[in-house]
């Protein structure tokens, strides 16, 4: 097995990765995957039907309504923030189980059950969507971003990153950074070689302040730099590297403009017309500069 590792990883060494087209990022729900999101369902459920099955045997056994029927709703909250809890901890429970028995990393791995590196990447990944699919029906926006950091990635609480998707593994994402909507980050994508298709997976870093335009996308590997915008429709290839305060267009993207041109150009005195008189008044634009 180490022998054939040596050879995947040689043969993604000989290849120009750039040219690879960028594809979909998939898994496998093998059987035992299937499983895990069996168990952490009901495991994680176990709690609050016990409060739930708890609160109808007070109140239906009181000959008048017991004081908690008053207060349903709060209890209604507590169901379901003990159900948010255990997806929570059980999830980061298997998590660690599951990266003591084979640790993550990064390569060109087989997609077969015999490749153990793609194997409990699938398993990792069911464990993260069960985190996902539950964290992004809660109510505050920045669910998402603790759901990321639960997952092991670098995240902070005031970027937005619910308006895009990205891949769950190998992602570190900067400080006051955004995603638009319909945006994509991928850190694996299937290629094929030789007729055989291999599982491609390369981290990917994201400086601070960047902005990824709507439904642009990154391919793996691909390092965005601070201050770095990634205009709408763009697309990087495998491996890119993006320089700090430059705006990134086309595909794959290529260098537009610096970020401090669109600065100044924004801070120039500009005019507007009051509809009544039609009147032209300057006004002036102000634009927070991140380096100041």
């Not at 168990?39 to 016990?50: D, E, Q």
């Not at 398993?123 to 950091?149: E, G, H, S, Y």
């Not at 670098?154 to 619910?162: E, I």
């Amino acid at each position: 097995m180490m022998e054939n590792d040596d050879a995947l990883q040689n043969k993604l060494e000989s290849m120009d990765i750039t040219q690879i087209p960028i594809t979909t990022s998939a898994f496998t729900w093998f059987p035992m995957g299937s499983l895990i999101y069996i168990i952490l369902n009901i495991l994680s459920l176990m709690m609050p039907s016990v409060m739930i099955l708890t609160f109808f045997k007070i109140a239906m056994d009181s000959s008048f309504f017991h004081w908690r029927v008053y207060t349903i709703f709060v209890d209604i909250f507590l169901w379901w923030g003990s159900y948010i809890l255990c997806t929570l901890f059980l999830s980061k429970l298997f998590l660690i189980i599951l990266k003591l028995i084979h640790v993550p990393k990064e390569g060109l791995f087989k997609m077969e059950k015999s490749d153990k590196d793609y194997y409990f990447y699938c398993l990792r990944v069911v464990v993260k969507k069960f985190i996902f699919w539950t964290w992004n029906n809660f109510c505050f926006p920045w669910a998402t971003n603790a759901a990321f950091k639960w997952c092991d990635m670098r995240a902070d609480f005031k970027s937005t990153m619910f308006d895009g998707w990205s891949d769950v593994e190998f992602i570190d994402f900067g400080n006051n950074m955004m995603i638009g909507q319909g945006a994509v980050i991928l850190s694996s994508i299937i290629i094929r070689i030789d007729n055989e298709d291999y599982f491609l997976i390369k981290k990917v870093i994201i400086g601070d302040h960047v902005v990824l335009g709507g439904h642009a996308i990154v391919a793996p590997g691909t390092t965005i730099g601070k201050g770095t915008t990634l205009g709408i429709w763009s697309i990087t290839h495998i491996g890119q590297v993006l320089e700090p305060d430059f705006i990134y267009i086309g595909q794959p993207a290529r260098k537009y403009q610096p970020t401090t041109k669109f600065i100044e150009y924004g801070r120039k005195l500009r005019e507007r017309r009051l509809v009544d008189t039609e009147e032209k008044i300057p006004y002036d634009i102000k634009i927070n500069n991140f380096d100041e």
